[in-house]
């Protein structure tokens, strides 16, 4: 290739990278910091949401740690529903529930299903059951 032709292509390549960027610059598409705090504070404060929304990292810490607490305590409840026996009562706590274990599990084998989720617990405590050992 000539140097011509190089130099003609080199100038198209910028003028299609330039343009896109000089007229996101003139709708005002950029956003630029507010005064006094730099791009990367403003980033670590709030992050993006889904539909476009700013959220706050904070709440979405709280959110998340509220979240752990109640799948905690409904952990719990069920541990407790097992350790119980009480078919009647595991049926009532997973009823909302669309789980594959409510048309597999029934009355008649329930015994052997709170049996198996014992020796599960005894398992993970003998260092079985990998990364979920509680």
């Keep these: 290739m000539k140097k011509s032709y190089k130099k003609m292509i080199f100038s198209a390549i910028a003028v299609v990278i330039a343009l896109p960027l000089v007229s996101m610059a003139a ?3 950029i956003s630029l910091p507010e005064r ?3 791009i990367s504070e ?3 404060e709030f992050v993006g949401n889904f539909d476009g929304s700013q959220v706050n990292k904070e709440e979405m810490f709280l959110q998340r740690e509220s979240r752990r607490l109640e799948n905690r305590a409904k952990h719990t409840e069920m541990m407790k529903v097992l350790e119980a026996g009480d078919y009647n009562a595991w049926l ?3 009823k909302d529930k669309d789980c594959l274990m409510t048309s597999q599990v029934n009355e008649e084998n329930f015994s052997e ?3 198996m989720h014992k020796l599960q617990m ?3 405590g003998n ?3 990998g990364k979920n050992k509680r």
């Design 92 to 94: 009532e706590f997973v």
């Design 127 to 129: 260092g079985f059951g």
């Design 27 to 29: 709708g005002n598409e």
């Design 113 to 115: 299903f709170v049996e």
């Design 42 to 44: 403003q980033k670590r």
């Design 36 to 38: 006094g705090k730099k």
């Design 122 to 124: 005894e398992n993970r």
